[in-house]
């Protein structure tokens, strides 16, 4: 008897491939669809990311069932709210595993790959060009006898923009008297990126070559400039010492603030909101203290979004988006500078390199132009300043 043209073959084979590529994440999904519902890419798409339908065309083997997959950004929103606790973030990512093995792969991300593995960074620099963010800094390389290691990261180091910010916590570091170096020439690409695009065995590489270089560098304190970079030392590497301890800058900054090595003393009036990314709050649990470090300094107004701590809307640089293409008016930070402008405030303040570069760029397009995009360690810097 023949099968129906519309029918679908269920295959053991078919299905076991999703639960091995994802570990078993996917295997628990009810199909409930509260994902696909509250996925923020409906507010500026007008369509949602259909985890449910992705998870379960991928167990079916039906074509096309990688469509929208590249498009999360692993916000955690909806991963936050799945009544079966389903690690959707694990299983987006095994995802992309199977979907680099079955060739559904947008244009770009191959060349991105190659360019961390001959260059060790994410701009495809030659990394001989690593350490030239700080060319008219006196910054040493880091011995154990430093209290921090400062983990600059690929945005800081390549990124024009961003290699402002790492000048700015530069000038907070040595306002505060912090022994600090860093690993210039040797300092390796963190695997965020690699990680992000679901390649699981290189990223494993990255992590075990990166731990033995940061233990035989006798690394303790490890600053990182980016939330993605932290969320990488913090969650995914071995703790190779007791003593190892990566900290996002802002919450290096508070203890800093804490422990009367860095004060405020001058008035900066600024009216200020604060964005939080998505890897530093909802991932790690990270809201008061960037706040906290905004509060000490006197002055300072503060207000907030409506969406705001765990709440927060991504800024869609997230999950490897950074080096996708999204059209504009779909950006999740089109309508974040529009939220940011109707607090009134005069910045949105925000710590993280990807957050900034889709401020930054969504700001140019949408026109709030009483509104500025500043980076917390920008604002810390202003306030020793003024
Ligand atoms: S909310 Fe969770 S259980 Fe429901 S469809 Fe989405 S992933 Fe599956
Ligand atoms: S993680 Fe964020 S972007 Fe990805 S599907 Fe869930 S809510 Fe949408």
Known sequence: ?????????LKDETWERVDKATGGAAAPCFQC???TAICPLGLVKGETISIRKIVRQAQLGLPGWADGLWECTTCLWCE??????????????????LAWKEREVPEGLPTLLWDIYFDGNSWGRPPSERPLWAKDKAIKEFSPSDEILLYVGDDAAY???IQKVAHALVALLEAAGVTFGTLGEREPHCGDAVRSLGHEEYVAEIIESNAQLFQEAGVKTMVTVSPHCYDMFAN?????SDDFRPLHYSLYLLELINGERLKFEKELPLKVTYH??????????ICDEPRQVLESIPGLQLVEMERSRDDTLCCGGGGGRMWMETAAGERFSDLRVKEAAETGAEVVVTCCPHCITCLEDSLSQVGKSKLRVMDLAEVAHLALQS
């Not at 939080?276 to 649990?285: E, I």
């Open 276 to 285: 939080d990314p998505c890897y530093l709050s909802r991932r790690n649990g």
């Open 80 to 97: 936050s709210r799945c009544p079966h606790e389903v690690d959707i973030t694990k299983a987006i990512l095994g995802l992309r595993q």
């Open 236 to 240: 995914r590497y071995p703790h190779f």
């Open 159 to 161: 990124d024009r923009r």
């Open 33 to 35: 669809g509260v994902c």
């Open 1 to 9: 008897m023949s099968q129906p043209t519309d029918s679908v073959l």
